[in-house]
Structures are given as C-alpha cells and as structure tokens.
C-alpha cells in the first residue's frame, strides 16, 4: 500500500516536473483566482496544508469555470520543491500542459 502511493506521489512529481519545464504555470493563491475568474486555468493542484476556506473557495471558483482540482499529498513545501522552487507554494495553476500528458478531466462530468 505504501509502496504504490510512494509511486503514485512520484508519478505526480515528474509529470510536475515537465509542466514546469515546458508548460504554463502561475504559483499562488492570487494568480490561481485571477487565472479562475478569467477562465484560462486548466488544472490546480492545492497543497494539503492550504486553509480550508481557500481550498473550498477555490474549488467554488474551479467549478464555475470548468477547471479540475488535484489535492496534493504534501504539504506546500513539498510541493514547491517538487516544482523545483526554493520557496513554499501553496497551490498552483496549469494553464498549458506543455508536453505532459497530464488530463486536466473534472471528476464530477
């Protein structure tokens, strides 16, 4: 059990690794409700240490625009190491995938 979410969890970091290398992101809270309210966002991943009134506000805003949430399993240091950051990212916004062949598919539809 362990060992498949140990892979899982790196699975996700490599695929993180690309969109950071070939994809668009913006890092933040801010720039992720921009990117919502706009409609240019395709995916958000959100750390699981985010306070739980960002999370469900974002996600409020991810379901009015169509966009999917990832809920990542670490926290926001993590997360920003995993994009190659020397600093804490609390959630992210996918804009183009780049070369990844992450699916940017909302659970709910």
């Known amino acids: 059990m362990v ?15 690309l969109i950071m290398k070939s994809g668009k992101v913006d890092l933040g809270y801010r720039s992720a409700l921009k990117n919502l309210r706009k409609t240019k966002a395709k995916l958000i991943i959100v750390a699981n240490n985010c306070p739980a009134l ?3 506000e974002i996600e409020y ?22 994009c190659g950051k020397y600093f804490r990212v609390s959630m992210l916004t996918v804009t183009d995938a780049g070369d990844s062949d992450i699916n940017f598919s909302v659970p709910g539809q």
């Open 3 to 17: 060992k498949k979410q140990k892979k899982a969890q790196e699975s996700i970091n490599s695929r993180l690794a």
């Open 54 to 56: 960002r999370r469900s």
């Open 61 to 82: 805003y991810a379901l009015l625009s169509g966009a999917g949430v990832h809920h990542y399993n670490g926290s926001n240091i993590d997360l920003g190491t995993a």
